[in-house]
C-alpha cells in the first residue's frame, strides 16, 4: 500500500467526509483489492483521529467493501467478476418482490407520501430538462442532478419500507452490490452519455407508483425487476 495522502477532510461530519474518501480512494485505485489497511494508518492520511475512520470503515465492512482478515486486519475486498454478478443478481430478485409486497402492504398515508415525493423530482426534472433544452448537458449543474439521485433513492428505500418488514429489508441492504455514492456516480454521467436515457431511468419510478397505486403486484415486481436490472447492469459495466 501506498502512502501518499487522500486529500484534505471537511470540517463537517469526519465520519461521512471518511466514508466518501475512502470510497473516492478505493474507486480510483490509490487504495486497490488486496490491500491491507488499518485504522490508524489511513486516519493520518486523512488527517484525522481514528474515530471516525472505525466508523466509516464499519459501514465499508457491512456493505462488503473492505473484509476482516483477522482480529485487528482489514483488507480492501477483491471480488470476482463472478461473484458480483451474483450479488447483482439477489438485489434485483429482492428488490422486485419488495415492489410486489409494497403493492400489497403500503398504506394509504405511504403512497401519498410516494407521490408527494416524486411531484417534488418531477418539477426539479422539469427544471433540468429546460435547461438541457436551452443550453445543453454540459450546461447542467451536478447539484441538480444529484438532487434527483437523492429523491429516487428516497422514493425506493420508502418503497422498501413500506412492506412492513425488517428482516426482508436487512436483507436487501446486506444484498447491495453498490452503495448510494457508487450510484450517484452513475448517475452523474449518464446525463452527458444522452438526456433520452436520463429521461426515461427517471420516469420508470412514477411506471412503478402507478402500479403501487393500483396495488397491482404482478407489475410492480415486473417493473422494478426491468428498473433495477438495467440500473445494476449500468453500474457493473461502468
Not at 396495488?215 to 453500474?235: G, M, N, S
Amino acid at each position: 500500500m501506498t502512502n501518499e495522502t487522500l486529500g484534505p477532510m471537511e470540517t463537517t461530519s469526519l465520519a461521512d467526509q471518511a466514508y466518501r474518501r475512502l470510497r473516492e480512494a478505493i474507486q480510483t485505485g490509490s487504495l486497490r483489492a488486496g490491500d491491507k489497511i488499518t485504522e490508524r494508518d489511513l486516519a493520518a492520511r486523512l488527517g484525522v483521529s481514528p474515530t471516525p475512520v472505525r466508523e466509516a470503515l464499519r459501514q465499508l465492512v457491512h456493505e462488503r467493501v473492505v473484509e476482516r482478515v483477522g482480529a485487528r486486519s482489514l483488507r480492501i475486498a477483491d471480488h470476482s467478476a463472478e461473484s458480483r454478478s451474483e450479488i447483482v443478481e439477489a438485489e434485483i430478485r429482492l428488490s422486485a418482490l419488495m415492489a410486489r409486497l409494497a403493492a400489497r402492504n403500503a398504506t394509504e398515508a405511504q403512497l401519498a407520501d410516494l407521490v408527494d415525493l416524486l411531484d417534488r423530482g418531477d418539477r426539479l426534472v422539469a427544471e433540468i430538462e429546460q435547461v438541457l433544452s436551452d443550453k445543453g448537458p454540459d450546461a447542467v449543474e451536478p447539484e441538480r442532478l444529484a438532487a434527483v439521485f437523492r429523491i429516487a433513492r428516497e422514493f425506493h428505500h420508502r418503497v422498501e419500507g413500506s412492506v412492513g418488514n425488517p428482516v426482508l429489508e436487512g436483507l436487501l441492504a446486506q444484498a447491495r452490490a453498490f452503495s448510494d455514492e457508487e450510484r450517484l456516480d452513475r448517475t452523474l454521467r449518464v446525463v452527458h452519455e444522452g438526456a433520452d436515457v436520463f429521461r426515461r431511468r427517471y420516469h420508470e419510478h412514477r411506471e412503478l407508483l402507478d402500479a403501487l397505486l393500483g396495488r397491482d403486484e404482478e407489475r410492480a415486481e415486473r417493473l422494478a425487476a426491468r428498473h433495477h436490472r438495467e440500473a445494476l447492469d449500468q453500474l457493473a459495466a461502468s
